[in-house]
């Protein structure tokens, strides 16, 4: 036994379980969806960075445009062209041009720091020795990134030429890592968001799994409540998805559970019941021939009589407990003409009486032909049993329709109505027509209908008192194929 679902019981118990499914699926879901929230914020952080650095390069590209535009335009106070005064050109660009947050100007006249823009800056970068001889020294146009105190700056430096010579630098500094630092609420909320997730969706998983195990609770209730006396119990089965079918697979077991368990019982009771009497007579046969010694032979005689009673209906309520088996049958292809005619020879052998064949079917039909023989021979012996020496009997078959017909027909006392149903019953005989000298413990007919039901057939009566019964084998040409088990 797993111990991380369940401990062993020591009572014979079912075990205890420690870590039912629903608890296993609910942790599964919070730990898929806990790392689904994780990718979630993380992919969002890194999309949010991108965001960011796109827009500092832009905005220092967009600096940088600016700055060569101006210096190759017009002073707006003079209306001439700046020429070489570089240091107009920075006046200017400061003067119409305020740096957003997070954002530094600085100029550099000939290598030394000129002017820079207005406000406080996070950390003075023209105050740093090592980046204003950095900057200063800038021939080209340069893009990159330094570290200060206050995290890395990205820069756009730009030089500023007069006279073919360089004169002066303009940089744009941003400190990076302040706009990172505005990205923060947009994070915390994507993981607020993911939180709220979480927890609602852990709610919504437990409450799924609950209603999705409930049917199999149903199932571990059904079971624990079914024993050899009780088996009506079933599964209210409701939807279409795999526990519902789970339930009805159930149900059906249940069904053939209780199928069986009445045939069981049934034969049980009924050998209790028709052997009761054939052990009875035995026994009191027994018990006087100790004092009756010349009534040995007879006595003898007696008890092989009830002995072989008893066997052939040990031998009949056995073969009806084996018509509810799949392998009762055995099938294959029979010829309905040659099976007629066969079955009237057999038949002209069980007593003196005008044996006719009617009329024989054209076909070929798939069936047991050795069952189909025991049934019209059954048929057949009642007949006989209703007649007596000189009657007519007839046999006959036809096949139409995709229906099989084999019937006995005889001219005896016939069945009332009230009785045509009771006959087929086990140990039901009919107490207009049978002779008291019948054999057989009534179960013939109960023979000949499990026959004719395991090929999914019925068998039909018809009868008048004074006009005799006609007894028809109805089955079908093909058998339905047996739908596959699924594993």
Known sequence: ??????????????????WGIRSRILIWFIAVLSAATVAAILVTRQILIASADARIEEALQQEGRELRALAGGRDPTTGEPFGNQVHRIFEVFLQRNLPVRNEMFMTF?????????????????????????????????????????????????????????????????IFREEELADLAPALWGAVGVGLVTLLVGSVLAWRVAEGVLRPVAAVTDTAASISTTELTRRIDVQGHDEVSHLGATFNDMLDRLEDAFLVQRQFVDDAGHELRTPI??????????????????QTVDLVID????????????????????????????????????????????????????????????????????????????NATDHTIEGDRIALGSSVENGVARLW????????????????FRRFARSGN??????????????IVRAIAEAHHGTVD???????????????PVDQPVPEPTES
């Not at 036994?1 to 369940?6: A, E, F, G, V």
């Open 1 to 18: 036994m797993d111990q991380t679902t369940s401990t062993e019981a020591t009572d014979g118990t079912a075990p205890r379980i420690r």
């Open 109 to 173: 006249l000939d290598g030394e720091p000129h002017e820079q823009s207005v406000g406080t800056p996070i950390y003075p970068l023209d105050r740093d020795l090592e980046l204003i001889d950095r900057f200063g020294a800038v021939t080209r146009t340069e893009r990159g990134q330094v570290p200060t105190p206050a995290g890395d700056v990205e820069y756009l430096a730009v030089p500023v030429r007069a006279n073919r010579q360089i004169r002066g630098v303009f940089v744009a500094a």
């Open 280 to 297: 009875t007579i035995i026994r009191g046969q027994l018990e006087t021939l100790e004092h009756e010694p010349d009534d040995r032979e």
């Open 306 to 381: 009830e002995l072989d009673r008893m066997n052939r209906i040990v031998n009949d309520l056995l073969l009806l407990a084996k018509a509810e088996q799949p392998d009762f049958l055995d099938l294959d292809t029979v010829d309905v003409s040659s099976l007629t005619e066969e079955l009237h020879a057999k038949a002209r052998a069980l007593g003196p009486r005008a044996w006719d064949l009617e009329t024989t079917g054209r076909g070929v039909i798939v069936a047991d032909r050795q069952r189909l023989t025991q049934a019209m021979m059954q048929l057949a012996q």
């Open 408 to 423: 006995v027909s005889d001219s005896g006392r016939g069945i009332p109505k009230e009785e045509q149903e009771q006959i």
């Open 433 to 446: 027509g049978r002779p008291s000298s019948s054999p057989g413990a009534g179960l013939g007919l109960a």
């Open 461 to 475: 009566l018809r009868s008048e008192p004074g006009e005799g019964a006609t007894f028809t084998l109805l089955v």
